[in-house]
């Protein structure tokens, strides 16, 4: 059974970066979908990043693009998460997920199979 922890969240400073990690552990991530959601309060989860973890493709919401880059470590079987120039509307419980798919996609949570606890991240004003 896949599980995933992640971590690296915390209090930052408009302009500052942060860097999540999701680790997995009892199954290799390879041959998986990786993905980064968030939820603020009040509104509905949405997508923020993704990786095919075997081949590396990734995708960005509008959001974050060139702000947030994904990457893995296969020799740790982690995902990445680094966040720069945070804003404050970037403030939620950020939640890596794994899918058994290899097609990008951060659009339809419903197909991500496994969900870490999540991670706060808050930025402040």
């Known amino acids: 059974q896949l599980q995933l922890v992640e971590s690296g969240g915390g209090l930052v400073q408009s302009g500052g970066s942060l860097r999540l990690s999701c680790a997995a552990s009892g199954a290799t991530l390879s041959g998986h979908l990786i993905g980064w959601f968030r939820q603020a309060p009040g509104k509905e989860r949405e997508g923020v990043s993704c990786?095919?973890?075997?081949?590396?493709?990734?995708a960005y919401a509008d959001s974050v693009k060139g702000r947030f880059t994904i990457s893995r470590d296969n020799t740790k079987n982690t995902v990445y998460l680094q966040m720069n120039k945070l804003k404050p509307e970037d403030t939620a419980v950020y939640y890596c997920a794994a899918a058994t798919m290899v097609e990008r996609n951060i659009d339809k949570d419903y197909l991500y199979e496994y969900w870490g606890q999540g991670t706060q991240v808050t930025v402040s004003s």
């Open positions: 990786i095919v973890y075997s081949r590396g493709g990734t």
